[in-house]
């Protein structure tokens, strides 16, 4: 158990709908990372966060959003919803903001699109 | 931009086997690298670490060493054992960056 949580565990629903995915860091991380893992493009970084702003993004779209609350907690938001975004979404946290960091993951929500 | 490229897999080897997992990396500046490994239904949890040129990384009989000259991280076992079936993940993470870069993974099973 790396102390990272995430809920829901699965999530499935319809396209063109709006989904939360929602990461609890482990106690005392200030920073939040997310990450999609799909067969077509492997394990993908899509947004960081270190301490409630924004501190890098990657391939991250434009109808997904982020954020970090006081609390840090994160929810990663999914709107306008394709078949394609089927993917596995993993959050991670670390204590710091640098590269050598070590990101502890949390078990995934599986999301399918139908 | 940065990337890694791990070996296809997927790859099969009887328990007591020697494993080695080859990873070969592109990245500008002096990046960290990092073995991570993935077991059914789990997420990844870092397996091992090298921050520099010629360090070696290792945890539970696994070893890696961090080789500038050949851009490569290539993860090796002496005896592996059916409990090591699972997904690993070769990474980086470049120093000016705050994210992890990783490999297509490469799926190991271990029959006994």
């Known amino acids: 158990d790396s102390g990272v949580t995430q809920t829901p565990k699965h999530l499935i629903t319809a396209t063109g709908q709006r989904v939360t995915l929602r990461c609890s860091p482990r106690?005392?991380?200030?920073?939040v990372y997310w990450y999609q893992q799909s067969l077509d493009q492997g394990l993908q970084f899509l947004i960081q966060y270190y301490n409630g702003e924004e501190r890098a993004k990657g391939n991250i779209l434009e109808r997904f959003s982020a954020q970090q609350f006081p609390d840090l907690h994160s929810e990663l938001n999914l709107s306008s919803l394709e078949l394609g975004d089927s993917a596995l979404y993993f959050c991670?946290?670390?204590?710091?903001?640098?590269?050598?960091?070590?990101?502890?993951f949390g078990p995934g929500t599986r999301l399918t699109v139908t | 931009g940065d990337s890694v490229t791990q070996m296809e897999g997927p790859v099969t080897l009887s328990e007591e086997a020697f494993l080695t997992i080859n990873c070969t990396y592109t990245a500008t500046g002096y990046p960290s690298l990092f073995w991570y490994v993935q077991y059914p239904g789990e997420g990844l949890q870092l397996l091992l670490k090298a921050t520099k040129a010629d360090d070696k990384g290792s945890n539970k009989g696994f070893e890696a060493t961090y080789r500038k000259e050949t851009t490569s991280f290539h993860l090796e076992k002496g005896s592996v054992q059916v409990s090591d079936s699972a997904v690993y993940f070769c990474?980086?993470?470049?120093?000016?960056?705050?994210?992890?870069?990783f490999g297509q993974g490469t799926r190991l099973t271990i029959n006994p």
């Open positions: 106690s005392g991380d200030l920073s």
């Open positions: 990474a980086l993470s470049d120093q000016g960056a705050q994210k992890l870069v």
């Open positions: 991670a946290s670390s204590v710091g903001a640098g590269a050598n960091y070590e990101q502890y």
